[in-house]
């Protein structure tokens, strides 16, 4: 057969040649070790944290190196799947999360010399090396209709062979240029397939990035690389993109993991280097009903769309630095000995990423959230609040706006210094823990302590109230509290009470309770002395005669 002839009977208006791209794409000139990575998400538009999870391993392994490049691709070749406008919505959602590209596709447009960075605009460049592989006997057109494939399908599962278009069952394979030509005579129009020359009875060996040194058996299936709309297939589209983009390492889900020997017997077959391959593993959780790990699932579990985490408010760096803490093993330990430095910082490797389930746990991710709001300043906290608020509670937004004042010193409760407070999680959550100053979010949230009587609580409020003194300092106030409680039958210390509980009615943290759940509405809250400060005379005053109408 005379492949050549067979590839310009295909391909007639293909002119360039693989060596012309070549020369279009050259090789980077990057400093030596300088890692290329690309995100190449298909436009789904469900923007997940598996996209934020890939796109920060990408990020991070580029960056890590001098010179790097993360680029996007978009990969939109299979048109069932794509949603309009899902592109500006995954970049809006990664740069909220501090991800941003050197190259590739951006919102409205593209920018870098190694595009154009959208598949569906990469036609021609695909069809270069289809081309090429038909003239090497490497690729064939193929016209089997539907029927007949699902006919060949039906025959393998009823006889249990090996499902695919193969071998036999490859009808087009073996057909004549004569053949060919019959059939683009009638009109007909070819898929492409790759001439598969694998031995299912053999072995390759390749090194994953993540996974170490895999061994795999051979693909032997035809798969298509081209479809009839001129498009490629996942599969062939990747190698030639990743090969001109000048990609180095390729992260991708594990899913890919199985189709790997189609991928390195593509690049083999083009005569192309293939980058490094890291499969990484899909987010588990622990399902709170069966207590057993299963994969996160889109319909189960909120806290895998990306705007769960924007609506409730998450500090993006909170999120960040808990996905570092799950994507490589040993960032905790780094974090521990540097506290305060830059995650740039830390040299992220792939070959620390887990292989085997990543598991997902908001608690731990509220943790590192706590951990990274206490290095925050009161002036961050609420900038970010305010910027919160503004886009998702204008309702919150407006007393967070006309409070300010009194809100950054709230937030600076304890910050700073050796021990800072480590109370604060995300926006929302901050907004119920410092709601009682705003008198229209105040309520009783706790139950008024059991020690002390009706009668004794507004006696408490009373003669609290009588010698409140604002001038009066942290230690002249706990031992205002501490005369009342005497005075009442209440232990001075709760040490006495303990050893005596039949001499007294209860100590003196019953009686400091009563007073603070008259001003915060709770029975824990940070310092009451520092609190009442920053409410002021009038609000203090306001919630312990509002308090002690609970008493009539
Ligand atoms: N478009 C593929 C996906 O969304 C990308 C896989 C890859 O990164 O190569 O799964």
Request: charged share 30%.
């Amino acid at each position: 057969m005379d492949y050549q002839k067979l590839a310009e009977l295909c391909f007639p208006e293909v002119t360039q040649t693989p060596e012309d791209l070549e020369k279009i794409y050259p090789p980077r000139q990057l400093p030596e070790g300088a890692r290329v990575t690309r995100m190449a998400p298909s436009p789904t538009g469900f923007i997940h944290l598996g996209n934020l999870f890939g796109a920060l391993t990408d990020e991070r392994i580029a960056h890590r190196s001098e010179g790097g490049i993360c680029l996007l691709r978009i990969e939109d070749t299979d048109e069932k799947r794509e949603v309009e406008g899902a592109i500006p919505l995954l970049l809006e959602a990664l740069a909220y999360f501090g991800i941003t590209f050197d190259e590739g596709a951006t919102a409205d447009g593209e920018t870098g010399n190694y595009g154009p960075y959208t598949q569906s605009h990469r036609g021609d460049i695909y069809k270069v090396y289809v081309k090429k592989l038909v003239s090497e006997g490497k690729a064939y057109p193929c016209f089997m209709s539907e029927d007949e494939i699902a006919e060949i399908r039906q025959y393998q599962t009823e006889h249990g062979i090996n499902p695919g278009i193969y071998g036999e069952y490859a009808r087009c394979r073996d057909f004549t240029l004569e053949q060919v030509e019959e059939h683009l005579k009638n009109g007909e129009k070819p898929i492409f397939r790759f001439r598969s020359e694998g031995d299912p009875e053999k072995y390759f060996t390749i090194v994953d990035g993540i996974r170490g040194e895999i061994s795999m058996p051979e693909n032997v299936q035809d798969v298509v690389i081209l479809k009839k709309n001129d498009l490629p297939t996942y599969h062939f589209a990747h190698v030639v993109d990743d090969h001109l983009m000048r990609i180095t390492h390729i992260v991708r889900g594990e899913e890919w993991m199985a189709s790997l020997p189609i991928h390195v017997q593509l690049f083999d077959a083009l005569g192309l280097e293939p980058p490094v391959f890291g499969h990484n593993t899909v987010l588990m959780k622990t399902d709170e009903a069966t207590g057993q790990k299963r994969k996160l699932s889109k319909r189960k579990d909120p806290e895998l769309s990306l705007e769960f985490y924007k609506k409730l408010g998450y500090f993006p760096e909170g999120v960040r630095e808990y996905l570092m803490t799950i994507l490589n093993s040993d960032y905790e330990e780094w974090r521990m000995a540097n506290p305060e430095a830059d995650l740039k910082d830390f040299d992220f490797q792939p070959s620390k990423m887990s292989s085997s389930g990543t598991m997902f746990d908001l608690n731990k991710l509220n943790d590192v959230c706590k951990d990274v709001l206490a290095r925050k300043t009161a002036e961050e906290i609420y900038d970010f609040m305010y910027e919160w608020s503004l886009q998702y509670e204008p309702e919150k937004h407006a007393v967070i706006e006309a409070d300010k004042d009194m809100l950054l010193k709230v937030f600076d409760i304890d910050r700073g210094g050796e021990k800072p407070r480590k109370d604060l999680v995300y926006a929302g959550q901050i907004f119920d823990f410092v709601k009682y100053f705003f008198d229209g979010y105040f309520e009783y949230e706790s139950p008024w302590p059991a020690e002390c009587s009706p009668e004794d609580c507004r006696e408490i409020l009373r003669l609290y109230i009588e010698g409140y003194d604002p001038a009066d300092d942290n230690s002249a106030w706990f031992g205002k509290v501490r005369a009342i409680a005497s005075q009442l039958g209440y232990a001075e210390k709760p040490k006495e009470y303990k050893k005596n509980p039949d001499m007294y009615k209860g100590h003196v943290g019953h009686v400091s309770s009563v007073i603070r759940i008259a001003i915060t509405g709770r029975a824990n809250s940070p310092d009451l002395w520092t609190i009442q400060q920053i409410m002021g005379r009038e609000m203090v005053e306001r919630r312990i005669a509002a308090a002690t109408e609970q008493f009539k």
